[in-house]
């Protein structure tokens, strides 16, 4: 079972930029071919931000965040990272990673996920 960690969350002003990164303890994300990431504000259903497969060649990304947010792939330091530019306090929320065995937006298709990190957005 490949464990996920999340981390690089924390308090940033609006307009800012923000890094999470998402790491696969063990083997390298085991045979899940896709990493998606979700997030979850207060009283709000968890709800998809990104996602892409481990190769590359498939990305997607919610409307909302369409042209701020990057996902991408470090290979060498293994994580798939979540770049978060011009923070909108719509954007505050804890983030989670996942992954799954094929390209998806639904929540019930992510098998593993991690604890999730806090991104904060003052204002």
């Known amino acids: 079972q490949v464990q996920l960690v999340e981390f690089g969350g924390g308090l940033v002003q609006a307009g800012g930029s923000l890094k999470l990164s998402c790491a696969a303890s063990?083997?390298?994300?085991?045979?899940?071919?896709?990493v998606g990431w979700f997030r979850q504000a207060p009283g709000k259903e968890r709800e998809f931000v990104a996602a892409?497969?481990?190769?590359?060649?498939?990305?997607y990304y919610a409307d909302s965040v369409q042209g701020r947010f990057i996902i991408s792939r470090d290979v060498a330091k293994n994580t798939v990272d979540l770049e978060i530019g011009n923070l909108k306090p719509d954007d505050m929320a804890v983030y989670y990673c996942?992954?799954?065995?094929?390209?998806?937006?639904?929540?019930?298709?992510?098998?593993?996920w991690g604890q999730g990190t806090q991104v904060t957005v003052s204002s």
């Open positions: 996942a992954a799954a065995y094929g390209p998806s937006l639904r929540t019930n298709a992510y098998a593993s």
């Open positions: 063990g083997r390298t994300f085991g045979g899940y071919m896709v």
């Open positions: 892409m497969t481990l190769s590359g060649t498939w990305t």
